[in-house]
């Protein structure tokens, strides 16, 4: 699905997802590269990063219980409309978008 096929609900969804995406894979990477192999964090961050189900479900929950911007995260009170917006659009189709995601960061 293209974002210009997709409501206005939708578009809020997707790029809440790329960004939930972002900040979930990016700070695994980065875990990655922050300790050494065999540090907890490091297995930890690559056993999540080679277990696609998981993290394709780990993704999905961040995009619908918070709001992404480019490096920014924010949840609470404040942005429940905005997630409430994101959760209309459905689980099946969240996690099509959440599984397509995952697949673009290569995982």
């Known amino acids: ?29 980065n875990t990655l590269l922050d300790y050494p192999e065999d540090h907890e964090y490091h297995i930890s961050a690559k056993n999540l990063l080679n277990n696609h189900e998981l993290l394709v479900q780990r993704l ?3 995009a619908t219980s918070a709001y992404y911007e480019e490096g920014f995260c924010g949840f609470g009170k404040a942005y429940q409309s905005y997630i409430r917006d994101i959760n209309f659009c459905g689980k099946e189709w969240l996690m099509e978008r959440c599984e397509a995601r995952v697949k673009k960061c290569g995982y």
């Open 1 to 29: 699905m293209k974002l210009s096929e997709c409501n206005q609900r939708q578009k809020k969804a997707f790029k809440n997802i790329k960004y939930a995406a972002n900040d979930l894979i990016g700070g695994l990477e």
């Open 60 to 62: 999905y929950e961040n």
